[in-house]
């Protein structure tokens, strides 16, 4: 029988020091996947900087989650479809930490739950195109920018598994048209920026998020049906490529999606 050896999961990503001495900037930091990443960032050993746009007690909960960690973190508010905001943000980031070694774009529009999810087709369309397309590429833009000015750095983008594959729906064409057009956009900005700055991206697939978590059981089954891996996945589980991609153990990689999904897209 063959043997192979078990790796702790602090050597890949996780709670071993990979970013140690980096600043990490988080957008959409209050709750979710931008909540998961950015602690995980902080147990890895980077300090942080957090936007959030309308949740602010989310991300002040945040803030002292990674406070008791042992490291610095900035909170922002910041509405990425505003390039005011980003000029903004840039500026304060700068202001407090010097440099940002890694820009994460992780805030993104609620199409699906609360009342978002009663908007018109057009209107969650404009929604999700403002936000997470125009707004993950004004904030690219942002970034490199400064990372050009302090000599590198590290942009990961969140786009969608489903993105190279489809699915029938109002709202899974929806986010077919903003995260697929993060995901080519991110590959054109990685050839671009290449080799001082590294840009990837991030594909999760059914993730335990609030969409996840007030879905009908029957469909949440299905999931789990059709997923090789057999679970959704958690924030965690993307936090964890996050981080990956983000430390100089991916230092070969540019312009790559990372589906996190459990096998559903291959």
Same mark, same amino acid.
């Given at each position: 029988m063959l043997g192979f050896k078990k790796i702790s999961p602090a050597r890949f990503g996780g709670e071993a020091a990979v970013l140690e001495h980096k600043i990490v900037l988080v957008t959409g930091a209050s709750s979710g996947i931008g909540r998961a990443i950015a602690l995980r960032c902080a147990r890895a050993g980077a300090d942080l900087?957090?936007?959030?746009?309308?949740?602010?007690?989310?991300?002040?909960?945040?803030?002292?989650?990674?406070?008791?960690?042992?490291?610095?973190?900035?909170?922002?508010?910041?509405?990425?479809?505003?390039?005011? &905001?980003?000029?903004?943000?840039?500026?304060?980031?700068?202001?407090?930490?010097?440099?940002?070694?890694? *820009?994460?774009?992780?805030?993104?529009?609620?199409?699906?739950?609360?009342?978002?999810?009663?908007?018109?087709?057009? &209107?969650?369309?404009?929604?999700?195109?403002?936000?997470?397309?125009?707004?993950?590429?004004?904030?690219? *833009?942002?970034?490199?920018?400064?990372?050009?000015?302090q000599g590198g750095g590290v942009i990961i983008n969140m786009a969608w598994d489903h993105v190279s594959l489809g699915m029938k729906g109002e709202n899974p064409g929806l986010y077919s048209a903003a995260k697929g057009g993060i995901a080519s956009f991110s590959k054109s900005l990685a050839r671009d920026v290449a080799p001082e700055i590294r840009v990837n991206i991030l594909g999760p697939g059914f993730i335990d998020t609030a969409f996840g978590e007030g879905a009908d059981p029957d469909f949440r089954q299905q999931v789990i049906d059709a997923t090789p891996l057999a679970r959704w996945g958690t924030p965690e589980d993307v936090a964890a490529a996050a981080v990956f991609l983000a430390s100089d153990d991916a230092a070969f990689l540019t312009g790559q999606m990372i589906a996190v999904n459990g096998g559903v897209v291959m």
């Amino acid at each position: 029988m063959l043997g192979f050896k078990k790796i702790s999961p602090a050597r890949f990503g996780g709670e071993a020091a990979v970013l140690e001495h980096k600043i990490v900037l988080v957008t959409g930091a209050s709750s979710g996947i931008g909540r998961a990443i950015a602690l995980r960032c902080a147990r890895a050993g980077a300090d942080l900087a957090l936007t959030y746009r309308q949740n602010q007690t989310g991300a002040d909960a945040t803030a002292q989650a990674i406070r008791s960690l042992g490291r610095r973190v900035e909170v922002i508010r910041t509405d990425i479809s505003r390039p005011e &905001e980003i000029g903004s943000l840039v500026r304060r980031v700068k202001d407090v930490f010097g440099i940002v070694d890694v *820009w994460i774009n992780n805030a993104g529009a609620d199409i699906l739950t609360g009342e978002a999810g009663k908007m018109s087709r057009l &209107e969650k369309l404009d929604l999700v195109l403002s936000v997470d397309l125009r707004g993950t590429i004004i904030a690219s *833009w942002a970034a490199v920018d400064l990372m050009r000015a302090q000599g590198g750095g590290v942009i990961i983008n969140m786009a969608w598994d489903h993105v190279s594959l489809g699915m029938k729906g109002e709202n899974p064409g929806l986010y077919s048209a903003a995260k697929g057009g993060i995901a080519s956009f991110s590959k054109s900005l990685a050839r671009d920026v290449a080799p001082e700055i590294r840009v990837n991206i991030l594909g999760p697939g059914f993730i335990d998020t609030a969409f996840g978590e007030g879905a009908d059981p029957d469909f949440r089954q299905q999931v789990i049906d059709a997923t090789p891996l057999a679970r959704w996945g958690t924030p965690e589980d993307v936090a964890a490529a996050a981080v990956f991609l983000a430390s100089d153990d991916a230092a070969f990689l540019t312009g790559q999606m990372i589906a996190v999904n459990g096998g559903v897209v291959m």
